[in-house]
């Protein structure tokens, strides 16, 4: 959420922003909300003390035994004043605050301007692709007998899928290497819960811009869309220590999101699933350590595909194709050779004071003394299910069989090739 107070001090800033987000620019009529919002509050604040200065001018009246009736007339119609003005503010507020959670957050001055993905910049690419010796195959052809989606589809429906043997061990072994890797890397390891309420996903804008996205259950509560919701919620409406600061977490979950507007898009196979899991990675900093840390949890993330010895590149996102409370994004996007293009595998944004605003989460500063937002940060470091696609593909033998990266046969019990089978 934007500081309102920011927005009418340079409004001109708003609607640059929001027209390089590539989105509908309500600037003079949240400014307009705004206003008449104040002159309810003016407006009742001056009842409210003309009616306390006529409650002393009743009181010294009915004690002296003087004519009272005029200051009762007057009285009554002060009162009767605030009662009708008083559900017109609270209207006034809801309209006013219901359009400006709905804006999203301001890019960065460095962040590509364009209306979507075309205008995103490759920052860097890193890995060598392979070259096979024979036509490479995508994930969902390379199963076999470990990987079944018929009969996911039978219980669950489409978009869902099984693993058995050693597919699931693998994938597995892959939480548990990056998880392993982020604590090394000085992030605490956190179990996370998976249903969250309202409030939580309003914190860190999945809500209510994004409800179509999730998974409501019948007690009003949302199966999270990535631990992000979960790990940055934790200090919520909570007064942090600067010396405490920066914070980073870091957790394994699955992820639940109905791919609302997706349909078409990666049918076949694990690409975009309604459950998935996930190792995400979260800091909560003061204002001055967020760009370094933006830069240093990209990096961490990067680490992963790195040891696995898979080719990706670093995108730096543009204004229409950042995510709603970012302020800045790097995707990471690792090589598939089946598909024979990159593909997005993980996100890392800094999200600045944006979700701290709508949480509430703040810090004693020790320059000014006074409680500041904190800035927040969040990655993938990264998504698992992906990253088992990336496997598969880039490890894939002409026989079918899939090798298992060197980094991961210490959690596999030393398998080396694991054989799907037909």
């Given amino acids: 959420m934007l500081?309102?107070?920011?927005?009418?001090?340079?409004?001109?800033m708003l609607h640059i922003a929001l027209k390089n987000r590539n989105t509908e620019d309500i600037t003079d009529k949240l400014l307009t909300l705004h206003n008449e919002y104040l002159a309810f509050v003016n407006e009742l604040q001056n009842l409210r003390e003309q009616r306390n200065r006529l409650t002393e001018l009743f009181a010294a009246a009915k004690k002296s035994k003087d004519d009272t009736s005029n200051?009762?007339?007057?009285?009554?119609?002060?009162?009767?004043?605030?009662?009708?003005?008083?559900?017109?503010?609270?209207?006034?507020?809801i309209a006013y605050e219901k359009?400006?959670?709905?804006?999203?957050?301001?890019?960065?001055?460095d962040c590509p301007i364009g209306g979507n993905e075309s205008a995103n910049k490759v920052l860097k690419k890193v890995g060598k692709i392979k070259n096979f010796d024979f036509k490479p195959k995508e994930h969902y052809e390379l199963g076999g007998k470990l990987m079944d989606f018929e009969h996911a589809v039978k219980i669950a429906g489409s978009r869902f899928v099984f693993l058995f043997g050693d597919l699931a061990r693998l994938e597995r072994a892959l939480a548990q290497f990056m998880l392993d890797c982020h604590r090394k890397n000085g992030y605490t390891e956190v179990y996370a819960p998976l249903l969250?309420?309202?409030?939580?996903?309003?914190?860190?804008?999945?809500?209510p811009k994004f409800e179509a996205d999730l998974f409501k259950t019948t007690v009003n509560s949302y199966l999270i869309p990535t631990a992000e919701a979960s790990l940055t919620n934790i200090y919520n409406n909570e007064i942090l220590k600067e010396e405490d600061l920066p914070l980073r977490f870091t957790a394994y979950t699955p992820c639940f999101r109905s791919?609302?507007?997706?349909?078409?898009r990666d049918t076949s196979g694990m690409i975009r699933q309604h459950q998935f899991g996930k190792v995400e990675l979260v800091s909560i900093t003061i204002p001055e350590q967020s760009k370094n840390e933006h830069e240093r949890m990209t990096l961490c993330a990067e680490e992963i595909l790195e040891k696995l010895d898979l080719p990706y590149q670093r995108v730096l996102l543009s204004t229409g194709d950042m995510g709603f409370s970012s302020e800045k994004t790097y995707?990471?996007?690792?090589?598939?050779?089946?598909?024979?293009?990159?593909?997005e595998i993980s996100s890392c944004s800094n999200c600045n004071s944006f979700q701290a605003r709508r949480m509430n989460t703040r810090f004693k500063s020790k320059t000014t003394g006074k409680n500041e937002f904190v800035n927040t940060l969040n990655g993938s470091g990264v998504?698992?299910?992906?990253?088992?696609?990336?496997?598969?593909?880039?490890?894939?033998?002409?026989?079918?069989?899939?090798?298992?990266?060197?980094v991961l046969q210490s959690y596999m019990g030393g398998i080396q090739k694991i054989e799907p089978g037909v």
């Avoid at 007057?74 to 008083?86: E, G, P, S, V, Y």
């Avoid at 969250?196 to 809500?207: D, I, K, R, V, W």
């Fill in 99 to 109: 359009l400006l959670v709905s804006i999203p957050n301001i890019p960065s001055d």
């Fill in 71 to 93: 200051l009762s007339e007057r009285l009554a119609d002060i009162k009767q004043a605030i009662l009708d003005i008083t559900p017109k503010m609270d209207e006034s507020k």
């Fill in 196 to 207: 969250l309420s309202e409030q939580a996903m309003f914190g860190t804008g999945q809500l």
């Fill in 331 to 343: 995707d990471l996007e690792v090589w598939l050779p089946g598909q024979n293009k990159y593909r």
């Fill in 3 to 12: 500081d309102i107070n920011l927005i009418k001090s340079n409004p001109d």
């Fill in 383 to 406: 998504a698992v299910g992906r990253c088992l696609v990336a496997v598969i593909e880039n490890y894939q033998q002409n026989d079918g069989t899939i090798l298992v990266p060197d």
């Fill in 259 to 264: 791919e609302a507007g997706a349909s078409g």
